[in-house]
Every structure is written in C-alpha cells, then in structure tokens.
C-alpha cells in the first residue's frame, strides 16, 4: 500500500489547526472572557493587564485606582469568578505606581513585618507599620482575611499593594527541595 504524503500532511496540519485552535478559542472565550468581565466590572480595578490560567492556579495582573482595598478586590474577584476559577488557587499581581522612596521604606519595615507573619502574630504588623509611618508623610493600610495579610502603602501620588501569605510555602528537609 502506497501512501500519498500531500494527502497525510494536509491531514495531520488540518487535524493539528482544528484540535490546537478549538483549545485557543475555548481557553478564550469560556475562561478568560468572563473572568476579565467580573475583573473589569470590581470597584477599585483600573485596568487588567494580563490573564493566565492554568491546571492549579489563575494568576491576575491588575491596575488599580489609588485607596482601593486589595482585600475587598480579591473576594470579589474570588467570588464573582467562582465559575471560572473553581479549586483553583487566585493570584493577583499588582502593577503598582511604587516610587523608589516607597520601595525603600517597605524594605526598611520588611524585617519587624516578616518576624510577625514567622510568629503568627499578625496584630503587631498595623502597630509597626502605623509607628514607621508616623515618621514620614506615609499612608499604610492593612486588612486581613484568611488567606493574605493586604498592606497598602501611598503618598499621596504613588501606592504599593503588597499581599503577605499568611500559610507560607511548606520546605523539605533542604531549603532547594
């Protein structure tokens, strides 16, 4: 039996286009679209700059408008894109205006924050943060559900949203594990 390669090739590019574009146009159209949707209609979102979704985990990168509540955005996003996320683990990553002196005052305040996330003593973060901001022209806000610790830092013009799990990754005997 002689086999035509013109005929078998045609084939395998049709076959291949058809299978790897309905998975593009699925991915699109059920997933991304709805969960853009319920990101673009939550208070607070500026814009939503980028979507990917995987097996485990919906990781959203977002803008938002200044004094929003990266607490409250991350429940309704949670929640209005249940359908869409399911069991999967949500992910925001914020494109923050953050400005050298802020990013400076954050690595300053990092130590007394992660010494309170190692200890478990989450009460002690809004107390440390609002004593280092009293020393400059500084506005931080924290809030806290069950899953993150939210800090937003802002002054005035620039913000920094930062979100501090409070379950941390779990290590092996070895730290590269």
């Known amino acids: ?64 408008k200044p004094g929003a509540s990266l607490r409250q955005i991350y429940n309704q996003i949670q929640k209005g ?37 190692e200890t478990k003593k989450y009460s002690q973060i809004p107390a440390t943060l609002q004593a280092r901001a009293a020393d400059s022209n500084l506005k931080v806000s924290t809030e806290m559900d069950d899953k993150y610790v939210y800090v937003t830092m802002s002054d005035g013009t620039q913000s920094k949203y930062v979100m501090l799990p409070r379950t941390p990754d779990k290590m092996g005997v070895w730290p590269n594990e």
């Open 1 to 64: 039996m002689k086999l035509r390669l013109l005929p078998v090739s045609l084939s395998v590019v049709i076959s291949a286009t058809v299978l790897f574009g309905g998975y593009f146009v699925y991915q699109s159209v059920a997933m991304e679209n709805p969960l853009a949707s319920v990101v673009n209609n939550t208070p607070g979102v500026l814009q939503l700059v980028d979507t990917k979704i995987s097996s485990t985990e919906t990781t959203i990168e977002l803008k938002l």
């Open 81 to 117: 894109g249940a359908s869409v996320i399911g069991e999967k683990q949500l992910k925001l990553k914020v494109d923050s205006d953050s400005s050298d002196s802020l990013d400076a005052w954050w690595s300053s305040a990092l130590f007394d924050v992660a010494q309170a996330m």
